[in-house]
């Protein structure tokens, strides 16, 4: 087959595969298998040895067995439930071949009397008679072979047989033919120089998937390549728009920064002047601010909105939830105070009245700073004239949906993405590609490193000691629990049960916040904590990212070992935010694992946490890393970045050389439609960036 007609082939939906109607259609899509290529990439993960032939007198109970036998005699019951049963035999005894939920004339066609037959599944033994149960294959002898062998085991789903499945990847293997290769000589001989159907046939023929077999790194490299390509597309769309560039003197700035009682980091100033240099030229700008816990995103973000309410812009900061909308707020109407710039803020809660004139203010360019939350952005809420737009903590956007943020304000508007959740370098390069990255580490002098300690649970009451004295200091407490309800099958504390337990050690001075609770009763409790009218809040993880508590210094972490090394972090970047050290409590029970050790040891070792995201994939496997899957990183099918790093080095460089070159990318679009990426490229469309 050639290129052209695999390429079209592969991207069909597999219900043109014989085998494939509704009901199998749906137990795949399950699978997230629709096209045909997806079954390319779901790869065997192992193999069921049927080549172990026996006769009826040497049969192993547990075992998957392939015999080949007579059929004698069949036993349809006419009591409904029961099981039909076929009796078979050979020269050497008999077994009872059980099938339930099945028809009588199904059974007569594929077991015909008197015939041999070759039958496949596990022995089992009951009533003193062996017998197989619903067997996996049943063929006629002819048919031997197609059974008598190693057959690869695909992860499958509830209803989608071995079998099933076989039929369906044996229609399309057959048809990987080797055509025209996209990558050149010299990136060939990086990942191996395999080609790309020899590298198919293998990985699905071999007995153990390999991460580091040449065969799987070339088709990792392509995944890999794939991704980058579409961020590499969409960062050129962004690009090529030009704008009018944003004119200001640092007047409005420098009356922001009279009203600091600190200085900037050298990193903050690094970046305030990166976010500048993109507001002052001609292409719009798409830039991700990165920092870790407690380094000052927001004040950078302020003063690139002050330059751009100078230079004759609106500017709109989103945030993810009220309270830190209402906190932002209150921070730029702080710092804005030397200045007679209009701050608003709109949120869900808004009332009516409010939200009118906010429209109209907006409309008539009164209004130079809205802050809020989605809010901002529903399609009755339009500026005279947005220049920047800063989304707080939205790591969730996927690569479309910041195809559409792009647009967002016409072509004006420059787009300031944050984000608290440290990522490794080569999910950044995966997930952000198309964007400017600041990564912005070096958290401000006045504020210290975050104490941390670990104690056994069975401390508790030295916990609470301990708690008590940093109340009486002024000090308030975060109270972790993994669980909202205690459970029967997990040993975890149950933040129910805790807020239960610290209410009689602090009567009316602990509140409760979970998933669970409604948003309302949330904000009410946070609200609460915040005006300081109680002084522990237990909760569960959902403190975990914004809120930002100044009198909040100590947290503790029941069951520590049960969390993420990062999820630990952004836990613990909850304290110590004002000019107080904050101290971080690891509770944890005993019979830890290693891999708890360790976390617990590099987190007491360290407040850095790119260093701590970069630690806690390799220990815990990319995917499984807290807030990555959450965050729009769409798990690869193949790529796995601790194994593979330098594909993703030698990919960056390819793309690097493909920006040069305008005219070669058209041979990636097989590539690209493989991996599912091509529908994304047309949206952008090669035409119109090339032509552009």
Not at 22 to 42: A, Q, R, S, Y
Not at 214 to 243: G, P
Not at 316 to 324: G, N
Request: glycine share 6%; net charge positive; charged share 30%.
């Amino acid at each position: 087959m050639n290129q052209s007609k695999l390429s079209n082939f592969l991207i069909q939906n597999v219900s043109i595969l014989d085998g494939v109607g509704i009901k199998t259609k749906k137990l795949l899509k399950k699978k997230k298998i629709e096209k045909i290529c997806d079954l390319l990439w779901n790869l065997p993960q192992g193999f069921t040895d049927r080549s172990n032939v026996q006769e009826l007198d040497k049969l192993e109970i547990g075992k998957i067995t392939t015999i080949k036998v007579k059929v004698i005699k069949y036993n349809f019951p006419r009591v409904r439930n029961l099981p039909n049963k076929v009796i078979c035999e050979d020269q050497k005894g008999k077994i009872d071949i059980v099938f339930f939920n099945s028809r009588e004339g199904y059974i007569r066609k594929i077991l015909p009397l008197n015939k041999l037959v070759i039958i496949s599944g596990k022995i089992n033994f009951f009533k003193k008679k062996y017998q197989i149960t619903n067997p996996a294959y049943i063929v006629p002898i002819y048919k031997e072979e197609y059974v008598n062998k190693l057959i690869p085991k695909y992860s499958l789903t509830e209803g989608l047989t071995e079998k099933i499945y076989r039929k369906l990847i044996e229609q399309v293997l057959p048809k990987i033919t080797e055509f025209n290769e996209w990558h050149d000589n010299e990136t060939l001989k990086k990942i191996g120089n395999i080609g790309w159907a020899k590298s198919i046939l293998n990985v699905h023929s071999s007995r153990k998937i390999n991460l580091n077999s040449n065969f799987y790194r070339r088709l990792a490299y392509d995944e890999i390549l794939a991704n980058l390509l579409v961020l590499s597309q969409v960062r050129k769309r962004i690009r090529k728009f030009k704008k009018k560039n944003k004119n200001f003197d640092n007047k409005m700035s420098q009356k922001v920064r009279n009203s600091f009682n600190f200085t900037l980091t050298n990193g903050q100033e690094e970046i305030v002047n990166e976010i500048n240099k993109d507001l002052k030229s001609d292409y719009k700008m798409f830039r991700l601010l990165q920092g870790d816990v407690g380094c000052g995103k927001t004040i950078v973000s302020l003063l690139a909105a002050a330059n751009v309410i100078r230079s004759g812009y609106q500017v709109a900061l989103m945030a993810p939830t009220e309270i830190l909308a209402k906190q932002h707020f209150k921070l730029a109407k702080e710092i804005f105070r030397l200045t007679n710039i209009n701050i608003e803020i709109l949120t869900g809660k808004s009332d009516g009245k409010q939200k009118r004139n906010i429209k109209t203010n907006l409309l008539n360019g009164s209004i130079s700073l809205l802050i809020g939350t989605h809010a901002l952005f529903q399609k009755d809420i339009t500026f005279k004239n947005l220049g920047l737009a800063i989304i707080d903590e939205q790591h969730k956007f996927g690569v479309e949906q910041r195809i559409l943020l792009s647009d967002k304000g016409g072509r004006e508007c420059d787009i300031l993405l944050m984000s608290a959740t440290p990522i490794p370098r080569t999910l950044i390069l995966t997930a952000y590609g198309d964007m400017d990255i600041s990564r912005l580490i070096e958290k401000p002098k006045f504020r210290k490193d975050i104490l941390t300690l670990s104690k056994p649970e069975e401390k508790i009451t030295e916990i609470v000691t301990f708690i008590k004295n940093k109340i009486t200091q002024g000090n308030q407490i975060f109270w972790v629990c993994p669980l909202i309800e205690e459970s029967k099958k997990l040993d975890y504390s149950a933040a129910v049960k805790k807020y239960k337990f610290l209410l009689k050690e602090f009567p009316q001075n602990v509140g409760l916040i979970h998933g669970n609770l409604h948003k309302n009763e949330k904000n009410k409790v946070l609200n609460k904590f915040l005006k300081k009218e109680i002084n522990i809040l237990v909760s569960t993880t959902v403190i975990e990212v914004g809120i930002d508590f100044p009198n909040a210094n100590v947290i503790v972490i029941e069951n520590s070992n049960k969390f993420g090394l990062s999820q630990l972090h952004q836990l613990r970047g909850r304290v110590g935010r004002g000019m107080i050290q904050g101290t971080c409590i690891l509770l944890y029970k005993k019979n830890l694992s290693e891999n708890a050790k360790k976390r617990i040891k590099i987190l007491k070792s360290t407040n850095d946490g790119f260093y701590i995201a970069e630690e806690d994939m390799k220990l815990r496997g990319f995917g499984d890393v807290l807030g990555y899957k959450q965050s729009g990183i769409k798990d690869f099918k193949l790529a796995d970045p601790i194994h593979h790093e330098d594909l993703f080095k030698i990919a960056e460089k390819n793309i690097a050389d493909i920006e040069a070159n305008k005219n070669n990318i058209k041979k990636y679009d097989f590539l690209l439609k493989l991996f599912d990426k091509a529908d994304i490229v047309n949206e952008i469309s090669f035409s119109e960036i090339n032509q552009g």
